[in-house]
């Protein structure tokens, strides 16, 4: 239904060399530049803030998407829709989900909606036509470099059936664990934008990943 899109997460970058970094991406295809945020209650882990992000989003020639890992997602928000074009949040964050999307929305930015993995893929149904993007978490959100858990293919594939039975058009992200094998096994299952972070910026060749993971 869309191409497949790669949107490397910056999480994974030399934060040192940040404006040399995004370059690099976007010279080797990237699509999107993928953005972390956690702020240490949501997750178990501290990234970075809206100051990176408007750092990211001044030096970027590709739209910036956020994920915010973050309890209160509604507060934070007028922080990150000047500088990002999708923000996803996520269903078990302590705010009203649905208001918050229309906020986003209402802002000028595209919404996504993201769960964990142990959040069954029905806590989102109600959300699916409100949203630009559905994030499949394909590993426990805090931190790059953890092993993807393939059982996430099933809401993957849930994503993709309850699309075209509703007849909507959201974008299915994966993030977590993508490299050349289980990016094509989410494809294969209907996702159509990989985020990865360890797998592009720690291979040498981060043009040859991108390609790759675009099939
Ligand atoms: C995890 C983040 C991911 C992470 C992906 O909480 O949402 O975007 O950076 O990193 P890799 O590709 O290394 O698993
Ligand atoms: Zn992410």
């Given at each position: 239904?869309?191409?497949?899109?790669v949107?490397?997460?910056l999480?994974?970058?030399?934060?040192g060399?940040l404006h040399?970094?995004?370059?690099?991406?976007e010279?080797?295809g990237a699509?999107?530049?993928?953005?972390?945020?956690?702020?240490g209650?949501?997750?178990d882990?501290?990234?970075?803030g809206?100051?990176?992000?408007e750092?990211?989003?001044?030096?970027a020639r590709i739209?910036?998407?956020?994920h915010?890992?973050i309890s209160?997602?509604?507060?934070?928000?007028?922080?990150?829709t000047?500088?990002?074009?999708?923000?996803?949040?996520?269903?078990e964050?302590d705010?009203?989900?649905?208001?918050?999307?229309?906020?986003i929305?209402?802002?000028?930015?595209?919404?996504?909606?993201?769960?964990r993995p142990?959040?069954?893929?029905?806590a989102?149904?109600?959300?699916?036509?409100?949203?630009?993007l559905?994030l499949v978490?394909t590993?426990?959100p805090?931190?790059?470099?953890?092993?993807?858990?393939?059982?996430?293919l099933e809401?993957?594939?849930?994503?993709?059936?309850?699309?075209?039975?509703k007849?909507?058009?959201?974008?299915i992200?994966?993030?977590?664990?993508?490299?050349?094998?289980?990016?094509?096994?989410?494809?294969?299952?209907?996702?159509?934008?990989l985020?990865?972070?360890?797998?592009?910026?720690?291979?040498?060749?981060m043009?040859?990943?991108?390609?790759?993971?675009?099939?």
């Amino acid at each position: 239904m869309h191409p497949v899109l790669v949107a490397p997460s910056l999480l994974a970058c030399d934060f040192g060399h940040l404006h040399d970094e995004i370059r690099r991406a976007e010279a080797a295809g990237a699509d999107w530049h993928h953005l972390d945020v956690m702020d240490g209650h949501f997750v178990d882990n501290i990234s970075f803030g809206p100051a990176f992000v408007e750092a990211s989003a001044a030096a970027a020639r590709i739209p910036v998407d956020t994920h915010l890992m973050i309890s209160r997602p509604d507060h934070y928000l007028g922080r990150f829709t000047k500088t990002s074009r999708n923000i996803t949040i996520h269903v078990e964050s302590d705010c009203d989900v649905s208001a918050t999307l229309r906020a986003i929305r209402a802002a000028g930015c595209t919404c996504g909606i993201s769960l964990r993995p142990g959040t069954p893929f029905s806590a989102i149904e109600t959300h699916l036509d409100s949203v630009d993007l559905v994030l499949v978490m394909t590993v426990e959100p805090g931190f790059g470099g953890q092993a993807f858990q393939p059982a996430m293919l099933e809401k993957v594939r849930s994503a993709a059936r309850l699309r075209s039975q509703k007849n909507l058009s959201y974008r299915i992200q994966v993030d977590g664990g993508i490299n050349a094998e289980t990016g094509a096994q989410s494809v294969a299952a209907g996702a159509d934008t990989l985020v990865a972070g360890t797998s592009v910026f720690r291979e040498p060749d981060m043009a040859s990943a991108i390609a790759t993971l675009k099939g």
